[in-house]
């Protein structure tokens, strides 16, 4: 257990709707990251907060937003989804942006019909 | 921006075999490598890293080593066992920099017992 969790696991939806993923760094974590994986692909970096201020930004479509709040946690918010938004997001933290080490959460599978 | 290239996509050893994965990556400021193993349907974990200062890491049957000029790292697991199976990444960034990791495509390693 890595001390990164997220919320929900699994999200069944359907085109065009609007989906809220939550992270929860660990402890002591200043910095959260999201990044999307789809089937059989590599992991591709998404955005990145630190306390509270966006820091860096990756491939990250315009339909896709996210924050980061002042307790810290983190929300990637996925809108208009269509079927190729099909993923897992993980999301991951590290103690300061520049830290190297980041660990990652269990990921959330996000399936659109 | 950097791009990390990884070879090969998937490799098949037999049980007690030695592994090698490679990277290349294009950005000349990048000083953190790091790879991270994943299991079906888990996240991501960091199993070693390595900083541009040094040349080589090692940490029991799992090395990296690191060529700063040729700007390739690669991955070796000695004496693999079928827990070894799993999809490995290798990732590259600059600590400290305003750029979060940038990862290879994968490679698919299966341990045959």
């Known amino acids: 257990d890595s001390g990164v969790t997220q919320t929900p696991k699994h999200l069944i939806t359907a085109t065009g709707q609007r989906v809220t993923l939550r992270c929860s760094p660990r402890s002591g974590d200043l910095s959260v990251y999201w990044y999307q994986q789809s089937l059989d692909q590599g992991l591709q970096f998404l955005i990145q907060?630190?306390?509270?201020?966006?820091?860096a930004k990756g491939n990250i479509l315009e339909r896709f937003s996210a924050q980061q709040f002042p307790d810290l946690h983190s929300e990637l918010n996925l809108s208009s989804l269509e079927l190729g938004d099909s993923a897992l997001y993980f999301c991951a933290s590290s103690v300061n942006p520049g830290d190297e080490t980041q660990y990652f959460g269990p990921g959330t599978r996000l399936l659109v019909l | 921006g950097e791009n990390v290239e990884q070879h090969p996509s998937t490799l098949s050893v037999q049980e007690g075999d030695s592994a090698v994965i490679k990277c290349t990556y294009s950005d000349s400021a990048s000083n953190y490598f790091p790879w991270y193993k994943q299991e079906l349907g888990k996240r991501p974990q960091l199993i070693i890293d390595i900083r541009s200062n040094v040349g080589e890491k090692k940490d029991q049957r799992i090395a990296v080593t690191l060529n700063k000029t040729a700007k390739h790292f690669s991955l070796h697991i000695t004496e693999t066992q079928p827990e070894d199976s799993a999809v490995y990444f290798c990732?590259?960034?600059?600590?400290?920099?305003?750029?979060?990791?940038?990862f290879g495509s994968g490679t698919r390693l299966q341990v045959q017992p």
């Open positions: 907060y630190y306390n509270g201020e966006e820091r």
């Open positions: 990732a590259a960034s600059i600590i400290t920099g305003r750029r979060a990791l940038t």
